[in-house]
């Protein structure tokens, strides 16, 4: 695995194989909940359907083994985005990170409670690509897994309560 500071290159794909998001982001660490890689305000994402720069500076972390990755971000940005996705699998050295984006997000609002996000495209796309049974399932236990996780403040469990603070600080970022 790669060390702190290095490069990722982030590639996040739909079922089907577009792009859904590649960027690159900074290797801040690593801690008992996974990775954390750090993403700068103002640095360029490609996807399929355009691209864009990003807004606010982020930290996600991705964990080893599970089907989500979270991303906590610097105001004004969402507190925490939480991507159900396949289990995220890294190249040989750590420099790529790959995962399939299964299209349900636990958001969580600065200041609000968390809630599930874009279930519709889930069940298009469950259709639309033949998502597996196991894939359905497995993508719908890791989001209701995350709501109970990611609620707000000493509710919810870690990475999601306040571990994350740390690593924005490392971006220079108030949290």
């Not at 089907?16 to 909940?33: C, K, V």
């Not at 259709?127 to 996780?149: E, I, S």
């Not at 990475?159 to 949290?175: E, I, T």
Request: a negative charge.
């Amino acid at each position: 695995m790669t060390t702190e500071g290095n490069s990722v290159l982030v590639d996040i794909r739909k079922y089907d194989g577009r792009s859904s998001a590649l960027w690159t982001a900074t290797r801040l660490g690593e801690d008992a909940h996974g990775v954390w890689l750090g993403t700068a305000r103002g640095v360029p994402v490609g996807s399929a359907g355009g691209g864009w720069t990003t807004r606010f500076a982020y930290v996600m972390v991705v964990p080893r083994d599970e089907w989500w990755t979270a991303t906590f971000c610097a105001a004004p940005g969402p507190e925490m985005y939480c991507d159900v996705s396949t289990v995220p699998e890294w190249n040989a050295d750590g420099s790529v990170l790959r995962t399939i984006d299964l299209d349900l997000d636990v958001v969580r609002p600065r200041g609000g409670d968390a809630y599930v996000q874009d279930e519709d495209e889930f069940d298009e796309h469950r259709v639309v690509f033949g998502y597996p049974d196991d894939l359905v399932d497995n993508a719908r236990r890791t989001c209701a897994w995350l709501m109970q996780a990611g609620r707000r403040g000493g509710e919810g469990a870690e990475p999601f309560a306040s571990v994350y603070h740390h690593w924005l600080r490392l971006l220079g970022d108030p949290v």
